[in-house]
């Protein structure tokens, strides 16, 4: 069982920044995939970035793209989401997963431990 614990979310205005964190209870985090993914109200939730063990590779979506980074620090558990130029239609909350395998992917229905969940909310 690995507990995820994410924080950094608020509220921020558009054009601003934020960095969402996410904590993992476990020993073996270096060996493991991480994401991010939001739900915004009303709709489904969708992927936003991905990283693998090492963090050499890494997945975004398109909507976010050269706006979010996705980082990962081994020696810490943690697991990062830069978020800049933030518009009004990346208001969600915003939960990390931890995949079971060190190779990532954009599949939600492949990661296997989820965090509670970060409010971000960008006013216009």
């Known amino acids: 069982q690995v507990q995820l614990v994410e924080s950094g979310g608020g509220s921020v205005q558009a054009g601003g920044s934020l960095r969402l964190s996410c904590a993992a209870s476990?020993?073996?985090?270096?060996?493991?995939?991480m994401a991010w993914f939001r739900q915004a109200p009303g709709k489904e939730r969708e992927f936003v970035a991905a990283?693998?063990?090492?963090?050499?590779?890494?997945y975004y979506a398109d909507s976010v793209k050269g706006r979010f980074t996705i980082s990962r620090d081994n020696a810490k558990n943690t697991v990062y989401l830069q978020m800049n130029s933030l518009k009004p239609e990346d208001t969600a909350v915003y939960y990390c997963?931890?995949?079971?395998?060190?190779?990532?992917?954009?599949?939600?229905?492949?990661?296997?431990?989820w965090g509670q969940g970060t409010q971000v909310t960008v006013s216009s």
């Open positions: 997963a931890v995949r079971s395998s060190r190779i990532a992917t954009i599949v939600e229905r492949s990661y296997d431990y």
């Open positions: 476990t020993r073996t985090f270096s060996s493991y995939a």
């Open positions: 990283i693998s063990w090492s963090g050499d590779i890494t």
